[in-house]
């Protein structure tokens, strides 16, 4: 856990409540955390499914894994403590997008169980929905969208996730989907289908 350092500070309640925003929203909050691979689909499937939830009339936001280094970690690289870092802070922006009552998606390898379960621990039950994104690494490694797996099978990228270093599989995530065999289309549905049964949106 990361070390409280500021002293001196009060936690202030708000007049709004989330209750009240997602009443106004009409829709749950939640955080929707896809995991997986490097090239598993993991931004393809969170912005296939905001844009669908979008047309649905509810409120997204995706956090995708290189844009947010691009600002809010951009001091961060990908040595095992900076990824924990990574996954962390990004654990507390979505607790605060789902507590506005936004249907937030995070696409991150996020590669270790722990720091999912940090994650998820931030969120009331039922608020934190994990997505695997299971897809061979072979199918991954033929992907390649970024040529990463070539650079890091080439020595040039150390640490890199599947090659040399770990990749944790969620044990129990509440959505696993095969985005290595199905549609995109497909996937989507099972999302979307999950989201409409648990009632987070109408």
């Given at each position: 856990m990361s070390e409280q350092k500021a002293t001196n500070i009060v936690w202030h309640d708000a007049h709004v409540t989330q209750e009240n925003r997602e009443k106004l929203l009409n829709q749950?909050?939640?955080?929707?955390?896809?995991?997986?691979?490097?090239?598993?689909?993991?931004?393809?499937?969170?912005?296939?499914?905001?844009?669908?939830?979008?047309?649905?009339?509810?409120?997204?936001?995706?956090?995708?894994?290189?844009?947010?280094?691009?600002?809010?970690?951009?001091?961060?690289?990908?040595?095992?403590?900076?990824?924990?870092?990574?996954?962390?802070?990004?654990?507390e922006v979505g607790k605060l997008f789902a507590d506005a009552g936004v249907i937030a998606m995070t696409a991150f390898i996020s590669p270790y169980i722990a720091d999912r379960k940090t994650a998820r621990d931030l969120l009331p039950e039922g608020r934190f929905i994990e997505v695997y994104c299971a897809c061979d690494l072979s199918v991954c490694e033929q992907r390649d969208p970024k040529g990463l797996y070539k650079k890091a099978r080439a020595g040039e990228i150390k640490q890199f996730t599947g090659i040399d270093a770990p990749y944790e599989a969620p044990e129990n995530p509440e959505i696993s989907v095969d985005t290595g065999k199905e549609a995109l289309e497909v996937s989507t549905e099972h999302v979307l289908q999950y989201l409409k049964e648990k009632g987070m949106i109408n």
């Open positions: 749950k909050g939640a955080v929707l955390w896809f995991t997986g691979l490097s090239g598993s689909g993991k931004s393809t499937l969170a912005n296939a499914v905001a844009l669908k939830l979008h047309e649905g009339g509810n409120l997204t936001y995706v956090l995708d894994g290189d844009n947010i280094r691009h600002g809010l970690n951009k001091n961060l690289g990908f040595s095992p403590e900076d990824r924990v870092e990574n996954i962390r802070r990004i654990g």
